[in-house]
């Protein structure tokens, strides 16, 4: 039943390690969203993708690479990571575009 | 720099008071959203508001956006303790798929 899934909900792991970050929606949605989202609270939009199109990339290091296989699905891989990837990431879907964001419950991915 | 700067940052008010949380941003938009984050939780949508003048209201919350003043503002009646949490707005920018959102406000309310 659950409208926005992430996996996993933990991540630890080193630095220099590669990982990935699976997202689902089940709500019929055309725009998924990955988010970051720090230390202090502060959300900031990474990507954003429409009907498996990358739309917008924020200023995001090359090495985040999202992937949408199909509409339902926007997944995240992060190469060679760093201490301040360290962050809960979050995935979300809207209907269209300016419609309200339905919020994924969240990655927390921890960098030592 | 496009700007979203919420205030207070931190609340923290009686059970039965009334308080008002403002979201101030810094370019021209008329798409305002306002979501409420529990601790360690996800973001939950409140309210989306789309037009200069919208107002909506559940329950203790009520929600306007003036684009004029760019000011949205999240007003709180009669606070129970349920309504602890952290509230960010968010200001949309229509055709771009661009979402800045405000610092947030973190609200405690003591019994």
């Known amino acids: 039943d659950t409208a926005v899934s992430q996996t996993p909900k933990y991540l630890v792991t080193q630095m220099g390690n590669d990982k990935s970050i699976k997202c689902e929606q089940n709500l019929g949605h055309d725009t998924m969203y990955w988010y970051k989202q720090d230390s202090k609270k502060f959300l900031k939009i990474m990507f954003s993708?429409?009907?498996?199109?990358?739309?917008i990339n924020e200023t995001v290091p090359n090495r985040f690479s999202p992937k949408s296989p199909d509409k339902a699905h926007l997944n995240l891989h992060i190469n060679s990571l760093e201490l301040g990837d360290s962050a809960v990431y979050f995935c979300?879907?809207?209907?269209?575009?300016?419609?309200?964001?339905?919020f994924g419950p969240g990655t927390r991915l921890t960098v030592t | 720099e496009l700007k979203v700067e919420q205030n207070p940052l931190f609340l923290s008010m009686q059970e039965g008071k009334n308080y008002t949380i403002y979201c101030n941003y810094s370019?021209?938009?008329?798409?305002l959203y306002w979501y409420r984050q529990d601790p360690g939780k996800s973001l939950e949508s409140l309210f989306v508001?789309?037009?200069?003048?919208a107002v909506k209201q559940e329950g203790r919350l009520m929600a306007s956006l003036d684009t004029k003043a760019r000011l949205s503002t999240l007003h709180i009646t009669a606070a129970v303790h349920d309504l602890s949490a952290t509230y960010f707005c968010a200001v949309g920018f229509p055709g771009t798929y661009k979402y800045i959102f405000g610092t947030g406000t973190r609200l405690k309310v003591l019994a």
């Open positions: 993708y429409n009907n498996k199109e990358l739309i």
């Open positions: 370019t021209t938009s008329d798409r």
């Open positions: 979300a879907s809207s209907q269209v575009e300016g419609d309200e964001q339905y």
């Open positions: 508001l789309l037009s200069n003048g």
